[in-house]
Structures are given as structure tokens and as C-alpha cells.
């Protein structure tokens, strides 16, 4: 395939594509992967991207650069160039690859082994938890911090942290924590890269109660999402929702961004917080960091630190992998929207071009896989996913988080799944 792809892109720009729809610099030589590649003047030529995760983040800024394209966000999918969606986009919301010109009709053939029908491609998967800048933690834990001992960390040591952090940010002492089996100290002062830090979290409302979070939850019964989607007993699942009624009111005790209710920001301010150094520990896709300004490099991704214990256990994964590793979710679905205009079609085949058949964008693609457990939420339907986020608006509104509070929110959860 990689060689097929190869010879599209050869293609395209013996063809003159490269006149038109410009898809490597002048000179037909792809940009070395660690350099900044030069721009290349295309005056009036506009990207129009919805991709509210920001999972096409990176490859947008390498492409704008590349390429010399201003790339701007759509107000809404129907009115983007080039959408991205967690899923395969509904019937009718996306026009149909295959008929997009021979070039597009052969990638996407190649890619997804449809010669019509076509509505979307895939995007490379990433790990979901908790992500952190590196150079943060470091000033708060000391030159000698290794981000492993916080990665591999139990649930309790976990908790503890938290909540010696949450103690910390309101009065800085010294203070020690302990980090799978090492013992760590919080300053007495603030650090300079630590001046705007208000809070532990942050999480977008989005994904703050369905979505990947709850894929542990449904790992302790099952392995697959089709397994997932086939059913469970209220027994099986309540103990491991209770850990997750746990997950969810530790973040809510120190959250950026937070507003009236208890409701958390929306994606654009949850990214903002993290970004702007008043949270932590962001709770998303690591393919957001590059969104949140942090290089991958720089990015630490602790997995989400559940309570579980071998009671919650019911078939599925072993408390060690339950806990010790994020979850791997799928890049997701990028299409054209059914409505863009012919310029604007033009403008999305150039870029998936270049994504799927230039070395640059393909070095973006065909990284490394994401590692760690599925993402069994994705077995999901969007009525389960909306009323376990009503289930959770009710928990962000609790001024106190008692023992009705969650046997409410872990009733309504599990009449909301399959």
C-alpha cells in the first residue's frame, strides 16, 4: 500500500496537481521530518477544518507550512472544508471519496479497499488519560522525577498525590508523596513554571463522563467492544462504577475552568487551561497535546487511576492492566462535508493527499500504534453516551458527594447501557 500511495503522489505532480493543489514544496522534495519546512507563497488558498479533538492538529501546522495554505476553523462540521468525526459520518453528512477524481479514488481504495462508497478515511489512533508537560512535573517533584514512578503508580498513591497537591495549591509546604515505591517532595514555594497553576484537572464537558473514561469501567467484564455491546448485569458492573463515581469527584474537587454548577469548560477552554499552565493533568487524547502547544516529546500520559479490586473482576482485563495503562482510543474519521463548494473540495483532496501519500504526512500516520486498553466505549451508541452525561450533569451539580449522590448516578448509568 505504502508503495501505491507512493506513486499517487508521483502522480499527482507529474499530472500538474502540484500546480493547482501544490502538494509538496517547489522542487518536489518532501521536508526532512525534524526540520521546519518552508512555506511556499498560495495566496487566497484557505482550509476551512472542523476537528474539535484537535487530532489533526500537527499535521495541519506541518501542512499549512509545507504548503503555504492558511488553515482556519469551521464554526460547524457543515460548514468545514474537511471535518473529523469519532465515527463513520451518518449517511448524507459526507460526499463520497470515490468520486473525488482518480488520485483521491485510488487512496481511498487503496486505504479502505472501497472503490465506491467511501464517506471517510482513518486516522492514526493515540493514548488517552491524563497528560502532563514533563517540565512541569519536574518543578514540582525535583530534577530526579521520573515519569514512570507516576505512570505506574496504584490508585492509592495516586489519590494521595492528588490530594496532597490539592492542600499544596492552597498554602505551598513542603510535603512528601510517595511514587510507586519512591518518595517525592512538593516545594515549599511555588516554582516560576508553576506561577498560573490553579488547579489539578481539567476535562472538557464533552468528555467528562462518557467517552474513553468509561472504557476501565467496562474492562472489568469484557475485552472487546462487540463484546461490550452485547450486554452485562447490574451486579457486574456496579462496583466498578463506584470507582468511577470516585475518578470523577476527585476531579471535580480541583477543576480548571470550572463554571456555574460545577460544569466543566468546553474543549477549546479545557485546552486552554492545560496550555496556559492552570491545570496539571489534562484528561484527553494525547494526538490534543500538539493542540495544547506541548511537542510529543515533552508529553506525559498517565493512565486514569481507578479503584478496583479483584471483586470488580468479571471476565475481562487483570487489575494490572486495568491500571496500568491509558486507554488506546481510535483516531477517528476524516471526511468532506456533503456541503463544501468546489474550492473548498479542491482544498480537502490536496491535504488528504499530502496526508496519506506524502513521507510527511505519512511519518504522521504510520507512527507507532497507540498501546493500552481499547476503547470498549466505543460499542457505545450516542443515546447511552447522552444520558450517562445527564447522569453526570446531575453529579456536577452536588455541592456534597454522598452515598445517594452515587447510588443515583450509578443507577442511571447502568440503565443507560447496553
Given at each position: 500500500m505504502r508503495r501505491l500511495l507512493a506513486i499517487l503522489l508521483a502522480a499527482a505532480l507529474l499530472a500538474g496537481c502540484a500546480a493547482d493543489l501544490r502538494l509538496l514544496p517547489q522542487g518536489g522534495q518532501d521536508p526532512a521530518p525534524s526540520a521546519a519546512p518552508e512555506a511556499t507563497p498560495a495566496p487566497g488558498r484557505v482550509l476551512a477544518v472542523w476537528d474539535e479533538t484537535g487530532v489533526l492538529a500537527e499535521a495541519l501546522e506541518l501542512y499549512a507550512q509545507a504548503q503555504g495554505v492558511t488553515v482556519e476553523p469551521a464554526a460547524d462540521a457543515a460548514g468545514a472544508a474537511l471535518?473529523?468525526?469519532a465515527a463513520e459520518p451518518a449517511d448524507g453528512a459526507a460526499l463520497d471519496l470515490t468520486q473525488q477524481g482518480e488520485l483521491v479514488q485510488g487512496m481511498a481504495g487503496a486505504l479502505t479497499g472501497q472503490q465506491t462508497g467511501c464517506r471517510s478515511l482513518p486516522l492514526?489512533?493515540?493514548?488517552?488519560?491524563?497528560?502532563?508537560?514533563?517540565?512541569?512535573?519536574t518543578a514540582l517533584l525535583g530534577a530526579a522525577f521520573d515519569p514512570a514512578d507516576l505512570q505506574n503508580a496504584t490508585a492509592a498513591q495516586?489519590?494521595?498525590?492528588?490530594?496532597?497537591?490539592e492542600d499544596w495549591l492552597e498554602e505551598p509546604a513542603e510535603a512528601s508523596v510517595t511514587l510507586s515505591g519512591k518518595e517525592y517532595s512538593l516545594p515549599a514555594e511555588a516554582p516560576a513554571e508553576l506561577a498560573g497553576l490553579e488547579a489539578v484537572f481539567t476535562v472538557a464537558g464533552a468528555d467528562r463522563f462518557s467517552g474513553p473514561v468509561l472504557s476501565p469501567v467496562l474492562g472489568t467484564c469484557y475485552t472487546t467492544a462487540e463484546e461490550a455491546a452485547g450486554g452485562r448485569t447490574d451486579a457486574q458492573l456496579t462496583g466498578a462504577l463506584n470507582s468511577l463515581w470516585t475518578l470523577l469527584t476527585d476531579e471535580a474537587g480541583s477543576l480548571a475552568g470550572a463554571g456555574e454548577n460545577g460544569a466543566a469548560p468546553d474543549r477549546a477552554g479545557a485546552?486552554?487551561?492545560?496550555?496556559?499552565?492552570?491545570?496539571?493533568?489534562?484528561?484527553?487524547?494525547?494526538?490534543?497535546?500538539?493542540?495544547?502547544?506541548?511537542?510529543?516529546?515533552?508529553?506525559?500520559?498517565?493512565?486514569?487511576?481507578?479503584?478496583?479490586?479483584?471483586?470488580?473482576l468479571h471476565g475481562g482485563f487483570s487489575l494490572e492492566e486495568l491500571l496500568g495503562q491509558p486507554v488506546a482510543t481510535s483516531g477517528g474519521r476524516v471526511y468532506i462535508p456533503a456541503g463544501a463548494d468546489e474550492t473548498s473540495r479542491s482544498e480537502a483532496c490536496a491535504f488528504l493527499l499530502w496526508l496519506y501519500a506524502s513521507e510527511a504526512g505519512r511519518q504522521l500516520m504510520e507512527g507507532a500504534p497507540a498501546q493500552g486498553l481499547p476503547?470498549?466505549?466505543?460499542?457505545?451508541?450516542?443515546?447511552?453516551?447522552?444520558?450517562?452525561?445527564?447522569?453526570?450533569?446531575?453529579?456536577?451539580?452536588?455541592s456534597q458527594f454522598t452515598t445517594a449522590g452515587r447510588r443515583a448516578f450509578t443507577g442511571a448509568v447502568l440503565a443507560a447501557l447496553p
Open positions: 471535518a473529523v468525526s492514526a489512533g493515540s493514548a488517552y488519560g491524563y497528560l502532563a508537560d514533563r517540565a512541569r512535573l495516586w489519590r494521595d498525590f492528588v490530594a496532597a497537591l485546552r486552554a487551561a492545560f496550555a496556559d499552565g492552570k491545570a496539571l493533568f489534562y484528561r484527553a487524547s494525547a494526538s490534543e497535546a500538539a493542540a495544547a502547544g506541548l511537542a510529543a516529546e515533552d508529553t506525559v500520559v498517565v493512565p486514569m487511576k481507578f479503584t478496583f479490586d479483584d471483586t470488580d476503547d470498549l466505549s466505543a460499542a457505545l451508541s450516542a443515546e447511552a453516551r447522552a444520558a450517562i452525561d445527564a447522569a453526570g450533569d446531575d453529579l456536577a451539580g452536588l
